[in-house]
């Protein structure tokens, strides 16, 4: 089954997060979050964990952590991305790569994400934050876009798909 990233960042700035949270509350994108992994695995950082402190409804946690233990139903804790990459393996559930930026870094040079959806948040004025999206266009080409709005904030979704490596020889 394909492994997916999954990630809403700002435009032009490419920010994801700001003192370990999202730097917006929009709950028009957190729905339609929802739906897209709903039924799925979602592999998030340990940082990523802290921000959300719980289970969240119809989908699997797998953390990514060296010093974090927990037991919660649906929440698993991995110590090391092999044994993550193991388990994962197994699976036969839609898995998501959901942040935070360390995990993205990580998953889209797997060779197994083959799909990528992002969420353009047009927010030309906001500079404040601390985490960014890696730089990912060389690799990645979008191939079909959406256009939404929440309390006048505008924002694209995005699915893009790895280009083909260039046959140039
Ligand atoms: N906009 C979005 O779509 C979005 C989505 C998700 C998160 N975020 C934001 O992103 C920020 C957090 O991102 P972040 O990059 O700081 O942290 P993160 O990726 O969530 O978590 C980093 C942690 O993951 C663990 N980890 C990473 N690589 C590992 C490895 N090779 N082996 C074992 N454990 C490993 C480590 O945990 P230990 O230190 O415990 O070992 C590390 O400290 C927050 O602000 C959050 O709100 C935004």
């Known amino acids: 089954m394909a ?3 999954i990630a809403a960042l700002s435009y ?3 920010l994801i ?3 370990g949270r999202l730097p917006w509350h929009l709950p028009l994108e957190l729905q339609l979050f929802r739906h897209r992994t709903w039924g799925g695995i979602l592999v998030i950082g340990r940082r990523t964990w802290e921000s959300l402190q719980r ?3 119809g989908r699997e946690l797998w953390i990514l952590s060296r010093t974090l233990t927990l037991e919660l139903p649906m929440v698993r804790v991995f110590s090391t991305p092999e044994a993550l990459l193991a388990a994962l393996a197994e699976v036969r559930k839609p898995v998501f790569f959901a942040g935070g930026a360390e995990i993205y870094r990580w998953a889209l040079c797997l060779p197994q994400v083959d799909t990528l959806w ?3 948040v047009y927010a030309p004025d906001l500079t404040q934050g601390d985490t960014f999206f890696p730089p990912f266009e060389d690799q990645w080409q979008a191939v079909a876009w959406e256009f939404f709005e929440d309390r006048c904030v505008p924002f694209l979704q995005v699915l893009y798909r790895r280009r083909e490596a ?3 020889e």
Request: no cysteine; hydrophobic share 30%.
């Open 17 to 19: 997060g700001y003192k």
């Open 166 to 168: 260039s046959t140039n």
């Open 3 to 5: 492994w997916q990233v």
């Open 12 to 14: 032009p700035h490419r």
């Open 55 to 57: 289970s969240l409804p």
């Open 118 to 120: 992002l969420t353009w």
